[in-house]
């Protein structure tokens, strides 16, 4: 198996634009396929989970407020009894405090205490439940919100649920935006991958560069379109003991080809191969024979995933997946194990 190296140009494009909008937990061609074709599903399971969330807190704010009421109970039946204690008492308190009068500071103390006896009394007698549940008011204003808040879930669920799931779906309905806001960018993630899957099946002597990118300075000149090259990109650079090739890949369909606005690939590539070139051959002063330097040459292959041209170009090979391996190892060995990793390492290094 070839050694891969870096991450398809498509792909990155579109992990970039995900990374921009804080997107960061989709990483692979494939995550991004199932999340399109499951997109429907994950909208429905989010709308569920929140559907469930939401069903499970009111399960359980209804056992809330029936642990609430039980203790609410449990402590007026506690306060019932001690009232009534008191209140069967308290003639008898108010007796004795009328008995123990010895001067006229502790009178004048028991007639007060006599007055709020008898006031307590008249409470407890007229107002029995109302001070009973005095002391406990603030359970009973709990219980009420807590009541209230669960007719209020009850009555509006449907509408809860829709707007928690909005919260929810946010992310996935955004993710879809912008997904299909740069759609054209996955047919060529899908081609490019199709083809460094292919690419892997090459002896592990063999390096694939992907998505390679190298900038120029000073330009290199195109005589042949008057220009200078500032910068190229590569879909794929292979680099093994058969030689360099370059190679982009076109996942276009019949239709696509025949497009008179396309721009020609076999343009793209004579161009990308003219800098690459002389930037091989320039900066590598290892490739030495007792002759001479030895010229770095670089074969040119336009991949097509889809369908295939019957023309033929020159300096250009067209080739289908199912060709391509065979192509690139049926050349002669002219490189060794040292000059394929310098190789590699130049254009690493860019």
Same mark, same amino acid.
């Given at each position: ?66 642990? %609430?009421?039980?203790?609410? /109970?449990?402590?007026?039946? +506690?306060? !019932?009894?001690?009232?009534? &204690? #008191?209140?069967? *008492? @308290? ?58 808040? %669960?007719?209020?879930?009850? /009555?509006?669920?449907?509408? +809860?649920? !829709?707007?928690?799931?909005? &919260? #929810?779906?946010? *992310? @996935? ?178």
């Amino acid at each position: 198996m070839s050694q891969i190296i870096g991450q398809i140009d498509s792909l990155a494009a579109l992990l970039s634009k995900l990374r921009d909008n804080r997107i960061n937990h989709i990483n692979t061609l494939d995550e991004i396929i199932s999340f399109q074709n499951d997109f429907q599903n994950k909208l429905n399971k989010s709308k569920d989970k929140v559907e469930k969330a939401f069903v499970s807190e009111i399960e359980q704010l209804k056992q809330s407020i029936i642990t %609430l009421e039980t203790t609410y /109970k449990g402590k007026l039946l +506690i306060r !019932e009894r001690v009232l009534i &204690k #008191e209140k069967n *008492e @308290i003639d008898i308190n108010i007796d004795h405090s009328s008995q123990n009068s010895t001067d006229i500071i502790s009178e004048f103390f028991n007639f007060f205490k006599r007055l709020i006896l008898k006031c307590r009394k008249y409470l407890l007698s007229n107002y029995f439940d109302a001070v009973k549940n005095l002391s406990y008011l603030v359970n009973k204003i709990q219980i009420s919100i807590k009541k209230h808040r %669960l007719q209020y879930f009850e /009555k509006n669920f449907n509408s +809860i649920v !829709e707007k928690r799931n909005y &919260k #929810e779906s946010k *992310e @996935i309905v955004k993710i879809k935006s912008i997904l299909d806001e740069n759609n054209t960018l996955i047919p060529g993630a899908i081609g490019e991958q199709k083809a460094v899957d292919e690419l892997k099946k090459l002896p592990d002597s063999y390096v694939v560069i992907n998505n390679c990118k190298i900038e120029f300075i000073p330009p290199i000149y195109y005589k042949k379109n008057d220009q200078n090259i500032k910068r190229i990109q590569a879909d794929h650079i292979v680099v093994g003991p058969s030689g360099v090739f370059l190679i982009e890949t076109k996942n276009w369909s019949m239709d696509s080809i025949r497009n008179l606005e396309f721009n020609s690939p076999v343009e793209q590539i004579n161009r990308t191969n003219h800098a690459l070139f002389i930037y091989l051959n320039k900066s590598n002063t290892s490739f030495k024979h007792n002759w001479g330097s030895i010229k770095i040459s670089i074969r040119n292959i336009i991949l097509m995933i889809n369908s295939k041209p019957e023309q033929e170009f020159q300096f250009v090979k067209i080739l289908s997946l199912k060709e391509i391996c065979n192509y690139i190892t049926y050349f002669k060995p002219i490189f060794s194990n040292k000059q394929i990793h310098q190789l590699v390492k130049l254009l690493q290094n860019n």
